[in-house]
């Protein structure tokens, strides 16, 4: 068959030859300004212009769809949700948001801090709010905010709503609508959200695009046990419900000559 579709190591391993594993993604995946990375807390830089963000539109209640893309679980998020600050040099609006995770609870994110990668990540796509003239293609086209879940002892009341929905969204395209939340129900506190890492890098997905500026934030979402293992049990990246949807989680790239920067 012509260019097979992408996909991950788990499940070019479960089919060899059936997809195009990491190591095969085309656009600029084989390029040197790559995301995930580890990031090495200690040789961060500080950057006094990393200023808090700006939040709007983040915390109004809208019911969103939610949909199994075969590679994440993906929510639509209205154009209605913007950021600015933090560094940025525009306002962007938020596209969606999807999450990476593992049913190991050690190697679900796809960023590491200092070696150590935790259960789950989430990421917030948001596009530039760009006039005519800008450049085509820039490099900071796409911001993602990026957010490392780890396991807490707690109930996170945010999350509820998102994973009941995994039930309905077992297998690749299908959708639901969620009653109204807003995405502040997955975030940590505002007030956590001062510190982060700051690095110019690309999708995690093909084509892989270098024309994201990647924020990290320190601070963690805690979800319970049981909230993150579902995503891993009530999802699958097949049709006939073969393999679960796990390990979605792209290795990490080098840092070669880029820097990171932190709040
Ligand atoms: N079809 C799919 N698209 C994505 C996607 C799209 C845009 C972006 Cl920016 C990302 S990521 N992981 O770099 O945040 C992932 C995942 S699965
Ligand atoms: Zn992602």
Request: net charge neutral; charged share 25%; proline share 5%.
């Amino acid at each position: 068959n012509g260019e097979s579709h992408w996909c991950y190591d788990i499940q070019a391993n479960s089919n060899p030859g059936s997809c195009q594993r990491p190591d095969q993604w085309g656009g600029e995946c084989q390029k040197s300004h790559q995301s995930p990375i580890d990031i090495v807390t200690h040789k961060a830089r500080l950057d006094h212009n990393l200023k808090p963000f700006s939040f709007s539109g983040y915390d109004k209640k809208e019911k969103r769809t939610v949909k199994n893309n075969g590679h994440t679980v993906m929510v639509s998020l209205e154009p209605d949700a913007r950021i600015s600050g933090g560094g940025l040099a525009a306002q962007y609006r938020a596209t969606q948001l999807h999450l990476h995770w593992s049913e190991s609870l050690n190697k679900g994110s796809e960023h590491s801090l200092n070696g150590q990668r935790l259960a789950m990540e989430m990421h917030i796509v948001h596009e530039k709010d760009t006039a005519k003239e800008e450049a085509p293609n820039p490099k900071d086209k796409i911001a993602v905010l990026a957010f490392l879940v780890k396991e807490g002892n707690e109930f996170n009341e945010g999350f509820r709503l998102l994973v009941e929905a995994l039930d309905h969204i077992s297998k690749p395209e299908m959708n639901f609508t969620m009653e109204a939340s807003s995405i502040m129900d997955l975030l940590p506190k505002e007030n956590k959200l001062r510190h982060y890492f700051r690095y110019q890098g690309s999708l995690t997905t093909p084509t892989c695009d270098e024309t994201v500026v990647w924020t990290v934030f320190k601070e963690h979402i805690q979800l319970r046990r049981d909230q993150i293992l579902a995503f891993s049990q009530k999802l699958y990246y097949d049709q006939e419900k073969k393999l679960h949807m796990t390990d979605n989680v792209r290795p990490l790239q080098p840092l070669g000559d880029r820097l990171v920067s932190t709040s």
